[in-house]
C-alpha cells in the first residue's frame, strides 16, 4: 500500500504569512552566499539537497485528507479536509471527467474535517460513485447542510455524481474496497472513530482527533491492540504533552509522546504526526519532529518506530 497526504492541518486550513516567506527566503540566500550557483539547475540542486526541509519546503496548510493506495482500481480516502479539493482536481486531471469510484472513510463531522466536499469536483459530474462511511448518526445530514444555503452557493441536489451514506458500527469488521476495515470510538467532543485498514498483510491506523488518557490502563491497553504492529500510524499530535494535560485538557487531541509510548507497546513501525497545529510555523513542526526522533531513540527499548511528520503531499510505500 501507498499513503499519499493531500491535508494534515488541525483544526482549521492556514497559509504561510508573507513574514515567513520572506524568512525563508533570507535563510536561503545567507546559506547559498559564495556557492556560485548560477544556474537554474545548480540553484535547483541546491535547494532540494543542502537546505533543511523548513527552509526548502513546507508542511502545508490543507485540513485533513489522506489517501490509501492498495492497488485496486477504487479512491480509497480517510476525511475531506480541504485537502480534498486538490486530491479531487489531480483525479480529474490524470483519469478523465468519469468512472471513478471513491470509498470514504470519515473520522467524524467537525467543519475541517468535511470542508472539502464542496469543492471535491469528481462528486459534480455524473458517472461517477462516492461512498461515505461513518458511524456517526448524522452523517448524511452534515454533509447536506454544508452544501446548502446560507452556507455554500450550490445545493447538494447540483452534485451529480452518485452519491451514498453508509453507516458503520465500532469494533466490527469490513470488507471494503479489497480491506479489512474496522472503526473505533475515540476521545473527542461528539466522538471521533479511528479506523484500522488492513490488506495483504499491511496496516495502516488512522486515528486522528483523539485523546488519550494516560491515567486509564483500560483505554491505553485498548488502543495498543488496535494499533498492534501496524506498518503505519497516523497519530493526531496537535498538542505538547503539558497543554494536553493541563490547559487543553479534555480538548479531544494528543501528543507527540503519547504517541511514541504507545506505538512502542504496540510495536508498530512506523508513526506519522498529524493534525499539526494550525499557530504552528514549518521551523516549529520541523524542531518537533526532531524532538520526537530523540524521544523514540532515548526510549526505546528492543524495537524501533520510525517516526515521520506529515506533510501535504508526503507519500509513504508501505
Not at 48 to 63: A, I, K, P, Y
Not at 194 to 205: F, H, N, P, Q, T
Request: aromatic share 10%.
Amino acid at each position: 500500500m501507498r499513503v499519499r497526504f493531500w491535508g494534515t492541518r488541525g483544526s482549521i486550513p492556514v497559509a504561510m504569512t508573507s513574514a515567513e516567506v520572506k524568512r525563508k527566503l533570507v535563510t536561503a540566500l545567507v546559506a547559498a552566499a559564495g556557492r556560485g550557483l548560477d544556474t537554474p539547475g545548480k540553484a535547483r540542486a541546491f535547494v532540494e539537497w543542502e537546505l533543511d526541509f523548513s527552509v526548502s519546503h513546507t508542511f502545508g496548510g490543507n485540513s485533513s485528507c489522506v489517501q490509501i493506495e492498495t492497488g485496486g482500481p477504487d479512491y480509497v480516502v480517510c476525511d475531506l479536509g480541504s485537502g480534498a479539493r486538490g486530491l479531487g482536481n489531480t483525479v480529474l486531471a490524470t483519469g478523465g471527467p468519469r468512472g471513478h469510484r471513491f470509498h470514504v472513510f470519515m473520522s467524524h463531522l467537525h467543519w475541517d474535517h468535511i470542508m472539502g466536499f464542496p469543492f471535491f469536483m469528481p462528486a459534480y459530474l455524473p458517472g461517477n460513485h462516492v461512498t461515505i462511511y461513518g458511524c456517526h448518526e448524522r452523517l448524511e445530514e452534515a454533509f447536506r447542510r454544508q452544501n446548502a444555503a446560507p452556507s455554500f452557493p450550490v445545493d447538494f441536489s447540483r452534485m451529480e455524481a452518485r452519491i451514498e451514506f453508509v453507516r458503520l458500527e465500532p469494533e466490527r469488521d469490513y470488507e471494503i474496497a479489497g480491506l479489512r476495515v474496522r472503526a473505533k470510538r475515540q476521545h473527542h467532543g461528539g466522538d471521533s472513530y479511528g479506523y484500522r485498514l488492513e490488506r495483504d498483510g499491511k496496516v495502516v491506523v488512522y486515528s486522528t482527533d483523539s485523546e488519550h488518557k494516560q491515567d486509564d490502563p483500560e483505554e491505553v491497553r485498548a488502543f495498543v491492540e488496535f494499533f498492534r504492529e501496524a506498518d503505519l500510524v497516523i497519530f493526531d499530535a496537535q498538542y505538547s504533552l503539558a497543554d494536553a494535560i493541563s490547559v487543553k485538557e479534555d480538548w479531544g487531541h494528543s501528543s507527540n509522546v503519547v504517541g511514541v509510548e504507545m506505538c512502542q507497546l504496540a510495536r508498530a513501525r512506523r508513526l506519522c504526526l498529524f493534525h499539526h497545529e494550525p499557530i504552528f510555523d514549518d521551523e516549529r513542526i520541523a524542531a518537533l519532529l526532531a524532538e520526537t526522533r530523540r524521544l523514540e531513540e532515548i526510549t526505546r527499548r528492543d524495537h524501533r518506530v520510525e517516526v515521520h511528520a506529515a506533510y501535504d503531499g508526503l507519500e509513504l510505500t508501505l
